[in-house]
């Protein structure tokens, strides 16, 4: 076998397993049993090789039958993996605790958000005390530029960097309008001056939320955020400033050089990827 050979072998191994994590997140996304060709059509990918890869998953373990119809889903080897990840340093009760004392602080909802992929997630939430109630979906993708975190999310990216990263239909805001990617880079390099970051939403026109970096070196790892009524944001805003930006500092000193590992339901909803911005 020639040099030639074995680097075209060792590229098709690559492609295969970007494909096999291409059906893993898949599934994680539908969150429902799939035919390998209604995986195939999902993920764009011949079904020769939809079917082939799954069938390599069912041996390892990886994916499961889920019905007589040859419906396939997450298997139990991934149950496995996720106690031996586990057993990493867990950061889930000290995320709650953060959580909770801005919630308990400021009496608005708190969130602990991070990238997936090339779009935003909210990775935990504790609701405030107040009777309004902020609604959220955990673990659903949002596209960055909809949201508070995305500018801070990618502040240690240069402006080719970020145009780059993010897919240009995501400049197209929930009210059909277009942000202009200009104006978005001009906003990510407000927040990474000040490390902070708030707007009104872009989501919907109640709330308005603030946002604060957890660092790790140069980059943003996560963020704190917290989604109050405009109203009662314009009122306290200097207090929600203060309290969100004390607090993401602590966890960022508390963080150091530690991974950002999570357990239990928070570890479900994220993928190792998911832990580096």
């Known amino acids: ?3 030639e050979d074995v680097a075209q072998f060792g590229s098709r191994r690559m492609r295969g397993l970007d494909r096999a994590f291409e059906i893993l997140d898949f599934l994680r996304a539908t969150k429902r049993p799939a035919r390998p060709n209604e995986i195939a059509a999902g993920i764009d ?7 082939e890869l799954v069938n390599l998953l069912i041996k390892a373990g990886v994916l499961e039958y889920a019905d007589r119809d040859g419906r ?12 031996a990840y586990q057993q990493q340093f867990d950061l889930t009760r000290e995320c709650r605790a953060y959580l909770a004392r801005i919630a308990e ?17 909210v990775v935990m939430m504790k609701e405030g005390i107040r009777p309004f109630r902020i609604s959220s979906d955990v673990g659903e993708p949002v596209p960055l530029p909809w949201t508070a975190s995305g500018r801070l999310l990618l502040s240690h990216l240069s402006d080719g960097e970020i145009l780059d990263f993010i897919p240009p239909a995501d400049f197209i805001l929930p009210n059909g309008s277009r942000l202009e990617p200009a104006r978005f880079l001009d906003e990510v ?30 980059a ?14 314009a009122r306290n805003y200097d207090r929600y ?37």
Request: glycine fraction near 6%; include cysteine; charged fraction near 20%.
């Open 1 to 3: 076998m020639t040099t």
């Open 72 to 83: 396939v889903f997450l298997g139990r080897k991934l149950y496995f993996l996720g106690l």
């Open 241 to 277: 400033r203060a309290a969100l930006v004390g607090t993401a500092n602590e966890f960022s000193a508390q963080l150091g050089d530690t991974p950002l590992h999570f357990t239990g339901d928070v570890a479900g909803r994220l993928d190792a990827a998911t832990a580096s911005a």
């Open 45 to 51: 990918a011949p079904k020769s090789t939809a079917y």
């Open 105 to 121: 602080e400021t009496r608005e909802t708190a969130q602990f958000c991070m990238l997936d992929g090339d779009k935003y997630t």
């Open 220 to 233: 943003c790892v996560a963020t704190l955020c917290i989604v109050a009524p405009k109203q009662d944001a």
């Open 189 to 218: 390099r407000r927040a990474r001056a000040e490390r902070f970051f708030s707007f009104d939403s872009l989501a919907d026109t109640f709330t308005h939320c603030f946002a604060a970096p957890v660092h790790q070196g140069d």
